[in-house]
């Protein structure tokens, strides 16, 4: 499905995208042949809004998170954050783009064992201009008390949260999030989800989460299904509830 995404509810008063995708398309060339891992998306993102995709492997999300993240380019098709052109970027204002604006949370957290979570956090915050504090940025997903210890003493939920303070800590105008939960038990889950979700909210920050569970959809503004490289559908939550109340 293509086109211009509805917008109902609060999304009528956000005129402009922050993001704005426009017929990405994103190939391959492997030597069984060609793979068409994006063909012909277009994408909105709003301030402030909280977007899920769906979808199988292979449909298409995570390619589309790399592109809109700065972290990949497409085979044809346009990007433009706040008015500008992405695609048209080189790699030093890619870089800048995803140091300055882009908060990124992965399945796997990704931080380093020799650092403490105060210290983790801290390899964000040393790079950007205006960003929080480590111990703010912990105390927005519940983690003030565990600021001083090492991932080996935090449980798998706990060191996701730091990789989400991580991200926020830059006060990224967008957080992408790949599978956060991935790796994660429902119970573990739904917390790292309330972190992401209160962090959001609290700094105004536009979200969008992949996953594979259908009941995270309940926390979107948006949901957008994936399907052989396509936007799929498109539907409208105008009730979205938070973590707490998904019962998945």
């Known amino acids: 499905m293509n086109g211009q995404q509805p917008r109902t509810g609060n999304l009528e008063k956000l005129a402009i995208p922050i993001l704005a995708a426009r017929n990405l398309t994103k190939r391959y060339h492997t030597e069984a042949g060609e793979i068409h891992a994006l063909d012909g998306v277009d994408f909105d993102l709003f301030e402030r809004e909280f977007v899920v995709m769906l979808g199988p492997s292979g449909s298409g999300k995570s390619t589309l998170l790399n592109l ?11 990007i433009l954050y706040r008015g500008q052109d992405l695609v048209g970027f080189n790699e030093r204002q890619r870089t800048r783009y995803r140091r ?7 399945q796997f957290y990704n931080l380093t064992p ?6 983790n956090v801290s ?16 105390a927005l997903v519940g983690l003030s008390n565990r600021a001083d210890h090492f991932p080996s003493e935090l449980s798998g939920g706990e060191q996701q949260r730091v990789a989400v303070a991580r991200a926020i800590a830059k006060r990224p105008s967008i957080l992408l999030c790949d599978e956060p939960t991935g790796a994660l038990d429902s119970r573990t889950g739904i917390k790292v989800l309330e972190a992401i979700d209160s962090a959001s909210r609290s700094l105004g920050t536009a979200t969008v989460v992949i996953t594979h569970n259908v009941g995270i959809a309940g926390m979107a503004e948006r949901i957008l299904s994936f399907a052989d490289g396509r936007i799929d559908s498109i539907r409208v939550n105008p009730n979205r509830r938070p973590a707490s109340d998904l019962g998945w």
Do not use: C, M, N, Q
């Open 68 to 78: 809109l993240g700065g972290l990949d380019v497409p085979s044809s098709g346009t």
């Open 100 to 106: 300055d604006s882009i908060g990124f949370i992965f």
């Open 114 to 119: 020799s650092l403490t979570a105060r210290e």
């Open 123 to 138: 390899l964000a915050t040393d790079i950007v201009k205006d960003p929080l504090s480590p111990e703010d940025a912990l």
